[in-house]
């Protein structure tokens, strides 16, 4: 029997991890729309409390939990990619196990 076939799999991982390097670079690439909102509406509202002579800390707070949830994203999407590659290659361990067990001596 062959190995399992986690070619696709490898790549998306590879592909998410250089995203969440990237968001922990504060990047603005790999952010979906929602959370592009989110950053870019924190930083025109910082801005406007700085040109108005404002502390910016409540902007500077939401900025902070954008970025945070992006990588909180991130990080659940390579978790979950990384589990299903492990379980296909447990299923595949499995049927080799079964294949190999089931001869006839």
């Given at each position: 029997?062959?190995?399992?076939?986690?070619?696709?799999?490898?790549?998306?991982?590879?592909?998410?991890?250089?995203?969440?390097?990237?968001?922990?670079?504060?990047?603005?690439?790999?952010?979906?729309?929602?959370?592009?909102?989110?950053?870019?509406?924190?930083?025109?509202?910082g801005s406007y409390k700085v040109v108005r002579g404002?502390?910016?800390?409540?902007?500077?707070?939401?900025?902070?939990?954008?970025?945070?949830?992006?990588?909180?994203?991130?990080?659940?999407?390579?978790?979950?990619?990384?589990?299903?590659?492990?379980?296909?290659?447990?299923?595949?361990?499995?049927?080799?196990?079964?294949?190999?067990?089931?001869?006839?001596?």
């Amino acid at each position: 029997m062959a190995k399992p076939d986690t070619r696709r799999l490898d790549r998306e991982i590879q592909q998410t991890t250089r995203k969440l390097k990237a968001v922990q670079q504060r990047e603005m690439w790999p952010l979906n729309g929602r959370e592009r909102r989110a950053v870019l509406a924190a930083l025109a509202g910082g801005s406007y409390k700085v040109v108005r002579g404002n502390s910016p800390a409540r902007a500077e707070r939401k900025l902070q939990t954008a970025w945070g949830s992006a990588e909180t994203r991130l990080s659940a999407e390579i978790t979950a990619l990384q589990t299903e590659r492990q379980r296909i290659v447990h299923e595949a361990a499995t049927a080799k196990a079964a294949k190999k067990s089931s001869g006839w001596w």
